[in-house]
């Protein structure tokens, strides 16, 4: 019922949708005693399972776990009737929900809210809605859903057809009947692929128009799986808690086997037992790389053509239905029940709209660049504006009237997918930057209902009113959800994830990817942080704990846990011989690094015997000379040695197309300073004198290093100035140690638990030198003479007790008069950007350094 606008009803809080989510917020605050109205434009509950009524449309995760959790009494009352339900049993199932909570009450439905706007003197929100109608609320909740705003038809000609126009998500209530029709739909989608089977039932003729073929694998439909039903009866509490903290949503076991490495028969054999499974989280889980390593998805992605290969008799259309420009599961992958068979039926037809595109839709039907379609009936099976779309249209506006359309311009922006600076008080349950389409949604909404509820029942304990994500804590979650996907394949495909479904809309990939179990333990720690990175304010208050509650990349953090977890010994509790012992076990698990044209291992007439080289001359024709790096290797002047760079200077040859010269330098104990920096400078001097021999191009002579290796090399630079020769075009430092001061903050932050720590650095420092010559520019760098020195690239990692030594080196050779290009190894720590082939967040910053390297010498 409609109020006159001018008395505006009041709540605590509004919800908007009454579908998985906004049913269990409702739930959870009614608990909290708060005042509550939910809006739905929907004529009852349901959400997404109201309005996608097409035919075939399931879920697509087992209903074991696509089902509510947080009540066992809930639980116990329903049983489902297959592994993936229909719509209709979703809706009934959500219907029994609303019913038996009792929440029809505070839902109203058939409103859709128009726009809000945030009142900063009140700290309210004012809705309103299509009615006319005025709604003020503290806390507005947007329950939308991920999938809910049809993509606008975007074919030219879209209104002209004169048959009878269907979309997959907007299914007339009253069913469609196809019998006896031609019959399109465009778009081959999970909505495409569940329904054009059943389509095809009816149909006289059918046309699919196809611009990406999908991977999809047979659901095998039936009872729900024995194995899980089997665990939730023998305990509920456990497996729902392991869904809780799994990467899915889903309890399943994570493999470690990588496709590159594993044998046919394991292939094969895990391939067909995921095939036959029919789970998403089985498909997606073969192999442990299949979503970061290209080769190891694409065994996975032939063995699925295979089969779609020997389900389709006609060779051609076969191919025409194997996906090809897309890595499997970058796309939503998805469940069929008989999809490819159909394909064989005679009145089935497939149209590649890579070969014939559409031109246009005409009165009759749908014309391509080759043929004309008569048809009676197109069914548009073209997607959503995913995650954003509806969350943008309730058309918001905060607290500087900035709408959230304009805010979110070039794309989303969050803090922890939950709330938007600039929009107090304004939570979204799933949205963009949370684990949400990526996971079992059930699981995603109760873990996020559950934060809402349990921050304003923290709100109402504390007498707070408004809660705002700082703009600081934003930019680092937008930074960490970008970073987990860019070490995968997923920022590859032009897939709705990513936002390229929908023309002009910005390519940002949306939801995150670290997992449901990494995102949980996130959004906990910000909890137990008092809430870190909100700014909170009641009366006479104003509180902020501000912070990035994730800085380093995802995939350092998981060697580190990886690592932790081993349980080696620290380092410097060894002798020099066991940690040398230690560290050679733990080289040879790692991947070789990239291909190089040649590898040859040689001696170097050192000042006090030989030193022995190892070369590396990049790919390409043998005969040209290259520009030459004198390489030398980290380990704190104790540890190290040419096998333990090896897999870095593979790959500083190959993206630097220079000659890369790795020196083994002589190790304390047994010979301390300054001897490690006087075999340095006399391995460059014999690489000047000796350049075009080791293909070198005489002249263009640089030197490189990591960590202790970088110290030799900043002193062969100065020890060379100093002797008037030879001439070095430029000084790589990955970060160096140029100093011996262990007091700078860098020291006191990343000082313990970054593999580096203060321990182990003096550990090697009390083998290198004494105290006394600590501060001797042969040792420490920092403290020499800079002028006229080469110039240099100095890498620095932010979670690295070196780091602000390095930088101060950068800018101490500024100062001088050096140039310095100063790259930032953001989220790394002192040894990940070394981890070639280990770290794939590593190989931006090495692709920087290699041209850095390029750019010591002239172009050729
Ligand atoms: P999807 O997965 O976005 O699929 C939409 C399909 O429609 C897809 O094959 C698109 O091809 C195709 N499409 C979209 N626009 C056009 C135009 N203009 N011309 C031709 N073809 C077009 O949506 P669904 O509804 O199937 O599934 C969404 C999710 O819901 C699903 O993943 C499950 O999680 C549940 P494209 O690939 O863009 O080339």
């Known amino acids: 019922m409609n109020k006159p606008a001018s008395v505006p009803e009041q709540f605590d809080a509004v919800v908007v949708g009454a579908g998985f989510s906004g049913l269990y917020m409702l739930y959870r605050l009614r608990q909290l005693g708060l005042s509550v109205k939910v809006l739905d434009s929907a004529g009852d509950v349901g959400g997404t399972w109201y309005w996608n009524r097409y035919p075939g449309a399931r879920c697509d995760i087992p209903t074991t776990d696509y089902t509510y959790s947080f009540d066992p009494e809930l639980e116990k009352e329903w049983t489902w009737s297959e592994k993936y339900a229909t719509q209709p049993e979703i809706l009934e199932y959500l219907r029994f929900a609303a ?27 004012t809705i309103t809605t299509d009615g006319g109608q005025e709604i003020r609320c503290r806390y507005y909740i947007m329950a939308t859903g991920c999938l809910s705003m049809p993509k606008s038809p975007d074919i030219e000609g879209a209104g002209r057809f004169a048959g009878r126009v269907y979309l997959t998500s907007r299914w007339p209530h009253e069913g469609a009947d196809f019998t006896g029709q031609r019959v399109a739909v465009i778009g081959t989608g999970s909505s495409g692929i569940q329904s054009i089977p059943l389509i095809a039932r009816q149909a006289r003729r059918l046309t699919v128009f196809q611009r990406t073929p999908n991977f999809s694998i047979p659901a095998h439909n039936g009872p729900a799986p024995a194995d899980r039903l089997e665990r939730l009866a023998e305990d509920r509490d456990e497996y729902r808690d392991a869904a809780r903290w799994s990467r899915g949503g889903v309890p399943i076991d994570p493999t470690d086997i990588l496709g590159g490495t594993a044998s046919e028969a394991v292939r094969r054999e895990r391939f067909e037992a995921a095939w036959e499974q029919g789970e998403l989280f089985g498909i997606l889980n073969v192999f442990a790389d299949q979503g970061v390593n290209p080769a190891a998805n694409d065994i996975v992605a032939e063995m699925i ?56 839709i005409t009165e009759e039907g749908i014309e391509t660049a080759d043929e004309s379609f008569g048809f009676d009936a197109i069914v548009y099976a073209t997607g959503f504006d995913a995650m954003t779309g509806a969350l943008v249209a309730a058309d918001a506006a905060g607290r500087d009237g900035v709408s959230l359309k304009e805010k979110w311009a070039a794309g989303p922006s969050t803090y922890l997918g939950l709330m938007t600076t600039g929009f107090p008080n304004f939570f979204m349950l799933t949205g963009p930057g949370s684990p949400s389409v990526l996971s079992n949604m059930t699981v995603s909404i109760e873990q996020h209902v559950d934060w809402v509820a349990g921050c304003l029942e923290n709100m109402r304990d504390e007498g707070l009113e408004t809660i705002e994500p700082t703009a600081l804590a934003e ?48 959004c906990d720690e910000v909890a137990a942080q008092g809430y870190l990175g909100f700014r909170l304010t009641g009366p006479g208050e104003d509180r902020c704990r501000d912070g990035v509650i994730r800085r380093m990349q995802p995939d350092v953090a998981m060697v580190l846990e990886f690592m932790a977890a081993a349980g080696m010994p620290p380092l410097e509790t060894l002798s020099a011989a066991d940690a040398r012992a230690l560290l050679a076990v733990t080289a040879e698990a790692r991947p070789p690094g990239p291909e190089v044209g040649e590898v040859t291992d040689g001696v170097i007439p050192g000042p006090s015997g030989h030193l022995p080289y190892r070369l590396y001359r990049p790919a390409g024709p043998s005969e040209g000379l290259r520009p030459l790096v004198m390489y030398f290797h980290g380990g704190g002047w104790v540890l190290g040695n040419l096998d333990s760079d090896d897999p870095l200077c593979r790959d500083l040859c190959a993206r630097s197309g220079a000659v890369v010269v790795s020196v083994n330098y002589r190790h304390a104990p047994e010979v301390r300073f300054p001897a490690a920096a006087l075999d340095a400078f006399a391995a460059v001097q014999w690489a000047d004198a000796n350049a075009i021999e080791l293909g070198g191009i005489p002249g263009q002579l640089a030197v490189a290093g990591w960590s202790a290796g970088a110290n030799v090399a900043a002193v062969a630079c100065q020890l060379a100035r100093g002797a008037e020769g030879p001439h070095i075009s430029g000084q790589l430092l990955v970060c160096p140690v140029v100093d011996s001061d262990m007091t700078r903050p860098s020291y006191t932050e990343n000082g313990d638990g970054y593999i580096l720590t203060t321990a182990l650095m003096r550990w090697f420092w009390d083998h290198y030198a004494d105290p006394a010559d600590r501060g001797d520019p042969r040792a420490a760098p920092l403290h020499g003479n800079l002028e006229g020195l080469p110039e240099a690239c100095i890498v620095t990692a932010d979670f690295d007790p070196l780091r602000d030594e390095g930088v101060a080196y950068a800018r101490a050779l500024e100062a001088a008069g050096v140039p310095v290009r100063l790259v930032r190894a953001r989220g790394h720590t002192h040894t990940s950007v070394t981890m070639v082939g280990v770290v794939i967040s590593g190989a931006p910053v090495r692709a920087e350094i290699g041209e850095a390297l390029g750019d010591f010498f002239p172009a050729p």
Not at 325 to 349: I, N, S, W
Not at 497 to 518: Q, T
């Open 99 to 125: 019913d038996r909570l009792g929440l029809r009450p505070d839902i109203e439905f058939s409103v859709t809210v128009t726009s809000a706007r945030w009142d900063e003197p009140e700290k309210r929100w």
């Open 305 to 360: 053509r295979e089969k779609i290969r020997s389900i389709v008799t006609d060779p051609g259309i076969a191919e025409a239905l194997c996906p090809k420009d897309h890595y499997f599961g970058t796309k939503r992958p998805c469940l069929d029940t008989g999809y490819f068979e159909t394909y064989d039926l005679p009145h089935v037809q497939l149209v590649d709209l890579r070969k014939q595109p559409i031109v246009s």
């Open 475 to 522: 930019a680092g979650w937008n930074q960490h959800v970008q970073d987990c996907a860019a070490i995968t394949l997923h920022p590859t495909a032009n897939s709705w994830y990513m936002g390229a479904n929908v023309p002009g809309k910005p390519r940002v990939f949306l939801p995150y990817i670290g997992g449901v179990n990494a995102y949980r333990q996130a």
